[in-house]
């Protein structure tokens, strides 16, 4: 009996201990509600895009799963930094919400995507100058930080919008003088969802930000090492998914280009 009995317990063990492994694999990426595809997205609770498709080929290739908690950004930003729900975050960038982010120890990735955050105008109103510019369209939570010093002297207005595409509608109806977002992004949504590629266009001699998204965790830098090495050595995974989703941009075009 005191033989079963520890064969039993052994067994009860491994169980135990093959779960509680298991149960270590999986992490909770957050990620925000808004509809910023083909970058990132979602579908009710569905988390889709560039974002989830790169994340989920490099969670299978090292063995993990990543379940997406999307967020309202302001809280998002909140549970990432100061709460105990979020393992990780995508897109995340260290300028962003400064003000919360002091003391916090993040780590981040290598850059994963670059972005320009900037103004689509109506055509009729492209190249007139900052000058001529009063009103800004944005997406609620963002922050233009190129137009704080000019919202600060009240030389230009700020409407947010929950919307990407009610956004984009605003600025096609100049209702305000230009919509602030993710370029690639605005252009695949006016060509893709409302079907009229050519009604805004990006004016470049308006304030604007070029940067990088990143993959952040204040809890896991082992996990995020783990990554840049996905990053530099599955490039074909990268471009592949790049590809299918015809996004323009590419680190390992910048790369190549130095």
């Given amino acids: 009996m005191s033989i ?37 997205s979602h579908q009710g609770e569905e988390y889709l895009g560039f974002g989830r498709e790169l994340l989920d080929a490099f ?13 309202p950004l302001n809280r998002l930003a909140f549970e990432f930094l ?10 995340d ?8 982010r002091k003391g916090a120890k993040v780590n981040y990735s290598l850059p994963v995507m670059p ?3 900037g103004v689509l105008v109506h055509p009729d109103n492209k190249g007139r100058g900052i000058k001529q510019f009063k009103v800004l369209g944005t997406l609620t939570g963002f922050t233009p930080w190129t137009y704080l010093d000019l919202i600060k002297n009240k030389q230009v207005k700020v409407f947010e919008n929950d919307s990407f595409v ?3 509608k605003q600025a096609q109806l100049k209702r305000v003088d230009g919509a602030y977002i993710n370029v690639e992004v605005a252009k695949y949504q006016l060509k893709s ?6 009604s805004l266009v990006f004016d470049p001699a308006l304030p604007h930000t070029k940067d990088f998204y990143y993959f952040s965790s204040v ?18 995974v990268y471009e592949g998914i790049r590809t299918k989703l015809a996004i323009e941009s590419s680190i390992h075009e910048k790369n190549e280009k130095k």
């Fill in 4 to 40: 079963i009995r520890s064969c039993c317990t052994f067994l009860c063990c491994v169980v135990w201990t093959s779960a509680s492994f298991a149960q270590s694999k999986t992490y909770t990426v957050g990620v925000e509600d808004h509809e910023y595809y083909p970058q990132y």
């Fill in 59 to 71: 969670a299978k290739s090292k063995g993990y799963k990543f379940q997406y908690k999307i967020l």
């Fill in 82 to 91: 100061k709460g105990d729900t979020v393992d990780f975050r995508y897109p």
């Fill in 93 to 100: 960038n260290a300028y962003w919400e400064s003000d919360i």
């Fill in 115 to 117: 972005y320009i955050d």
């Fill in 166 to 168: 009610s956004l984009l």
């Fill in 193 to 198: 969802v409302l079907h009229q590629a050519d």
């Fill in 219 to 236: 809890k896991h830098p082992d996990i995020i090492q783990e990554f840049n090495d996905f990053l530099l050595k599955e490039k074909d």
